[in-house]
């Protein structure tokens, strides 16, 4: 109730003044119309386990009755947090669920991950038989214009073999007349 006497405060500054612990949500609850508290440039021990610094966090910083921006809010201890915004040094402690990865995001993960290299297996296979397809459609055309290429080559050998003996004369004719010699 520290400003309780104070109800039409709508501004507060205590820039610099060297304010280490954190201050609580009722001292403000006589003032309305407070608009805006500016809180930097002050020496804040940032106790990220104390319930009182995430509700005062949470009061000055968030909508709809913003009052500070976040990167005022500077820790100045302890030593791990130093300079680091209350956010910054909180952030985990604070949303704890963010920091350990939830259990069943990772069963999801692996699930989603498994599916995915399924997909892709298939995917790759159902490639591979395709080209394997194409290739022995087109082996089996070259097959079938080579079988065709000595069937032709073939008649065509028959047909020289038939003409060449048409064509040939007859022996008798080969042999010439006897001479007077003879």
Do not use: H
């Amino acid at each position: 109730y520290t400003f309780f006497m104070l109800p039409r405060l709508s501004i507060l500054s205590v820039i610099g003044n060297r304010f280490t612990n954190i201050w609580s949500r009722p001292y403000f609850e006589f003032n309305p119309y407070l608009e805006r508290l500016d809180l930097s440039d002050n020496m804040w021990r940032c106790d990220c386990t104390d319930d009182n610094m995430f509700d005062f966090y949470e009061f000055v910083t968030l909508e709809p009755n913003k009052k500070e921006e976040s990167f005022n809010l500077i820790c100045n201890s302890p030593i791990s947090v130093i300079g680091q915004t209350w956010l910054e040094s909180c952030y985990y402690k604070w949303n704890p669920i963010e920091r350990t990865g939830n259990i069943d995001n990772l069963v999801w993960f692996i699930i989603v991950m498994i599916i995915g290299l399924s997909v892709c297996i298939i995917l790759v296979n159902t490639i591979r038989k395709s080209m394997n397809r194409r290739l022995a459609a087109i082996q089996a055309e070259r097959e079938r214009q080579v079988t065709e290429a000595r069937d032709r080559l073939r008649q065509l050998r028959i047909r020289a073999e038939q003409e060449a003996l048409c064509n040939t004369s007859d022996p008798r004719d080969l042999i010439a007349p006897p001479s007077y010699d003879e």
